[in-house]
């Protein structure tokens, strides 16, 4: 995958992307990721690309110039024009893990990070294909939104976590909380790893993971289980605990 991310900031992103599991997805070829200087396409000898709102307002807007310029030059170095151009503002649709697993399908992604009070609406009627936000508060730019989309995005490719099943049993990927995980020693100052996990009997183990991440999601994200698809076991599992509850609530 190409992930092109227009930004006024592009040293903000070295650090993120030099690290980690996105550096190795970089080096082993599996994403590519270019920062295009917005500033590089600005049309007067400041290279200034933002000017005060029409209408009056407080706050600068972005100038369609330089965003416009910066997609073309995209558009010319991939030989084609970008299919999916995300636009991360506050206003944007949720970043969900469905939505996720959609652009990680894309061969090709650009991202442009919002700055200031957002860019003139030309940009979004004429360029954006998507609006996304990272949750319901307001941050100084799209630089940080976007590289939380980077990192979804590419840890749901191919060949970019060390295990193919990694991605599938982390938290939301089927709807749910993820269970809790255990590591050596079995007994650390007391606290004592579950004798299941230590069983060797999957099923079990299996059914204990599932239980757990049932109840996990009711205590936290309650709402996470109307979207869930539930077998006919998950749902006894819940009608119990919930029995219990209530039971507990009126002792």
């Known amino acids: 995958m190409i992930i ?10 070295s650090g993120p992307f030099n690290s980690s599991i996105l550096k190795r997805a970089q080096e082993r070829g599996l994403i590519k990721i270019n920062l295009v200087n917005i500033r590089d396409f600005s049309t007067n000898k400041h290279r200034t690309v933002d000017d005060t709102p029409y209408g009056g307002g407080a706050g600068m807007v972005i100038r369609p110039e330089p965003v416009f310029g910066a997609i073309e030059h ?11 151009v995300v636009l991360m503002c506050p206003q944007g649709r949720p970043l969900y893990h469905d ?11 650009v991202l442009i990070c919002g700055h200031y009070e957002g860019v003139d609406e030309r940009v979004r009627e004429n360029l954006v294909t998507d609006e996304m936000s990272i949750g319901d508060y307001v941050l100084t730019g799209g630089e940080l939104p976007a590289m939380v989309v ?5 840890r749901l490719i191919p060949g970019v976590l060390g295990k193919s099943t990694s991605a599938e049993e982390e938290s939301f990927s089927k709807g749910l909380l993820e269970y809790p995980h255990y590591t050596r020693p079995r007994d650390y ?3 004592v790893v579950p004798d ?3 069983s060797g009997h999957h099923e079990k183990i299996r059914r204990w993971r599932r239980r757990q991440s ?22 006894e599992i819940i009608k119990k605990v919930i029995v219990d509850l209530q039971k507990l609530e009126l002792s």
């Open 4 to 13: 092109d991310i227009l930004t006024l900031f592009p040293e903000m992103f």
């Open 74 to 84: 995209i558009t010319a170095l991939r030989g084609s024009r970008p299919r999916r």
């Open 99 to 109: 939505l996720a697993v959609n652009l990680a399908r894309e061969e090709h992604l």
């Open 150 to 154: 980077v990192d979804v995005v590419a």
């Open 189 to 191: 100052r007391g606290l």
């Open 196 to 198: 299941v996990l230590l």
């Open 214 to 235: 049932l109840l996990r999601t009711l205590a936290s994200r309650p709402e996470m289980l109307e979207r869930a698809v539930l077998s006919r076991e998950d749902k």
